[in-house]
């Protein structure tokens, strides 16, 4: 399982309920990252949606107390039942953990892989990604690319998950 993230200098991602920046090439790596595959978010996050709708062309599964079911997402409410889903997946690879911070917190554990896109701003955050270059079992994996969006500067970068605990597994 993967996380995918775009973050701002301090690892913030979210204030006031939404996004820190309106980045349309962000938007267009995420949709391009996701597309077709799994991506898991929780209830805050789905209210942010346009609409609170589901994101279109990808299996949406929510984790949320609250949520009513939809014919197009499905609603889980606790983490031990949202594993259970995910667990019957057979390609882990397809599931992207899509935020916020208490879903990215919950699934970090069982996860080896994350996408993430710095930003090169302090976007005054209220919601945070765990900061992996200081996370002793997380390590910047490969190459990063750079691309500049609406006046920011941005990097993609690959992180995994390197060990020094066994990870949770879910299967
Ligand atoms: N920059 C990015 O890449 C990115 C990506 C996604 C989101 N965000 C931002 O992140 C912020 C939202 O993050 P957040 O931490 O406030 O919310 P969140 O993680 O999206 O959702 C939290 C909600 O999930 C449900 N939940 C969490 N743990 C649960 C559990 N163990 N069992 C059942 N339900 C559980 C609850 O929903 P109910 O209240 O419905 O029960 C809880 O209120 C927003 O600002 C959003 O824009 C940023």
């Given at each position: 399982?993967?996380?995918?993230?775009?973050?701002?200098q301090n690892?913030?991602?979210?204030?006031?309920?939404?996004?820190?920046?309106?980045?349309?090439a962000d938007?267009?790596?995420?949709?391009?990252?996701?597309?077709?595959?799994?991506?898991?978010?929780?209830?805050?996050?789905?209210?942010?949606?346009?609409?609170?709708?589901?994101?279109?062309?990808?299996?949406?599964?929510?984790?949320?107390?609250?949520?009513?079911?939809?014919?197009?997402?499905?609603?889980?409410?606790?983490?031990?039942?949202?594993?259970?889903?995910?667990?019957?997946?057979?390609?882990?690879?397809?599931?992207?953990?899509?935020?916020?911070?208490?879903?990215?917190?919950?699934?970090?554990?069982?996860?080896?892989?994350?996408?993430?896109?710095?930003?090169?701003?302090?976007?005054?955050?209220?919601?945070?990604?765990?900061?992996?270059?200081?996370?002793?079992?997380?390590?910047?994996?490969?190459?990063?690319?750079?691309?500049h969006d609406?006046?920011?500067?941005?990097?993609?970068?690959?992180?995994?998950?390197?060990?020094?605990?066994?990870?949770?597994?879910?299967?």
């Amino acid at each position: 399982m993967q996380l995918i993230a775009c973050v701002d200098q301090n690892w913030g991602i979210g204030r006031n309920g939404n996004l820190l920046f309106r980045l349309p090439a962000d938007m267009k790596f995420f949709r391009a990252t996701t597309i077709h595959q799994t991506v898991v978010m929780g209830g805050n996050t789905f209210r942010s949606l346009p609409g609170s709708k589901p994101l279109p062309n990808r299996d949406n599964v929510v984790l949320s107390t609250t949520l009513p079911p939809g014919d197009n997402y499905l609603v889980v409410r606790t983490l031990n039942d949202l594993l259970a889903v995910l667990r019957r997946i057979s390609d882990q690879d397809s599931i992207f953990i899509a935020g916020g911070e208490q879903i990215y917190r919950a699934l970090l554990p069982y996860c080896d892989r994350a996408v993430i896109t710095k930003v090169g701003a302090n976007g005054n955050a209220d919601r945070f990604f765990p900061n992996l270059d200081q996370h002793p079992e997380w390590s910047l994996s490969g190459d990063v690319t750079h691309q500049h969006d609406s006046g920011y500067n941005l990097t993609f970068c690959h992180y995994i998950y390197k060990g020094g605990k066994e990870n949770e597994t879910i299967s």
